[in-house]
């Protein structure tokens, strides 16, 4: 028969992720010495249930970041327009940071924009917000001797 985790670990994991604790409390909660924890730590299948776990929340970040991209850009794009030169400029370069050289957007891991969607949210770029970009582009791009 194949070795599965005690309740008492999977109930120590499960509040790790999910609730408020950290990582001394939820080992108080659950009357879990550290030398204990530490033991599982050293445990395959307990660290491999523990990391699937941990890339099961990266996962939920990355959906989190992909879904509101779009939204952040369009805001990005209308704080161009900023009555503000720094805000402006700041809104330049993030949205120039943004932008990846293969259409895909910076701290989503490989998934794509889907541009007729993002084209449906973002505001159409005035010709005084495109120069700002350009401006800041510019800047950016400037030899440090210029």
Known sequence: ????????????IEDLFIGELDEQAVLDKHNVRRDV???W???ELFVEHFNERIAGSFRQSQLIIARYAPLAAAKLVQL???ESQETSRKACLD????GQPDGRLAGTAGVPVDD?????????LSAEAAG???AALAEVHQPENA
Request: net charge positive.
């Open 1 to 12: 028969m194949a070795k599965k985790l005690s309740k008492k670990q999977l109930a120590v």
């Open 37 to 39: 924890f530490n033991k």
């Open 41 to 43: 730590l050293a445990d």
């Open 80 to 82: 161009t327009e900023s």
């Open 95 to 98: 949205i120039i940071s943004m």
């Open 116 to 124: 007729k969607d993002s084209q449906k949210v973002v505001p159409e």
């Open 132 to 134: 700002r970009i350009l």
